[in-house]
């Protein structure tokens, strides 16, 4: 089965366009999915705002593992931090495990010449339908919702992609995402909280440059 991150970062992609909408955004998502995963295999728990290592050995997904070893190393950060911390290498490192196991094929272009962007295009658009209507099914409280499906749910909700969860969507069901969140582990408030800071990090640049820099 496929990893918590491995999902989220599926259910990021436009799958019309093969393109993934906003790489900063969906790194920020694909950290703190990966993140919630371990929480949910017992291996992470929260320790007055930090993640701490409660489980033994590894969970074979490199990914994981990865991160696993990085809070093993540095038990001091915050969850807020993790979830910054090293998100475009997690990533591109999730990236191409998906492109060598044929989940995703990536094409790369170059931007005006000079600068790559990825293109990845998924193979199993049915089983990203699929992720969407499992999101969909978990939000209007129908059927039994698995831990997983409950974490998914939530972190698409923080990360604020039209691609992944609709603004209308978020907004409709607001309590009940407040209530599967409560079922995913303090990595989902904290991606919430990056991307707030993301958000106002953006307006505040905009606002400048349209200022003109004029006194």
């Not at 491995?6 to 799958?15: E, H, I, N, Q, S």
């Not at 915050?78 to 989940?103: C, F, H, M, P």
């Not at 039994?144 to 923080?158: D, I, K, Y």
Request: aromatic fraction near 2%.
């Amino acid at each position: 089965m496929l990893s918590l991150p491995a999902r989220a970062y599926l259910l990021a992609c436009d799958t019309r366009r093969d393109r993934l909408p906003d790489r900063e955004r969906v790194a920020l998502l694909v950290r703190a999915a990966a993140l919630t995963d371990l929480v949910l295999r017992g291996l992470l728990t929260d320790d007055d705002g930090r993640p701490t290592v409660t489980g033994a050995g590894g969970t074979g997904h490199l990914v994981l593992d990865d991160i696993l070893a990085e809070v093993t190393a540095d038990p001091h950060r915050k969850w807020r931090a993790w979830v910054r911390r090293g998100a475009r290498g997690t990533l591109q490192s999730l990236e191409a495990q998906l492109d060598a196991a044929g989940t995703i094929s990536l094409r790369t272009s170059k931007v005006l010449g000079l600068f790559p962007r990825r293109h990845p295009r998924v193979e199993d658009r049915a089983a990203v339908a699929n992720l969407r209507d499992e999101l969909l099914t978990a939000l209007r409280g129908e059927g039994q919702v698995t831990p997983e499906v409950a974490a998914l749910t939530s972190l698409a909700a923080a990360v604020e992609l039209k691609t992944v969860l609709p603004r209308g969507e978020r907004r409709q069901h607001k309590a009940r995402i407040e209530e599967l969140e409560e079922r995913a582990g303090a990595a989902v408030p904290a991606l919430r909280k990056v991307i707030r800071e993301l958000n106002a990090a953006r307006a505040a640049s905009i606002a400048a440059s349209s200022g003109g820099g004029g006194g």
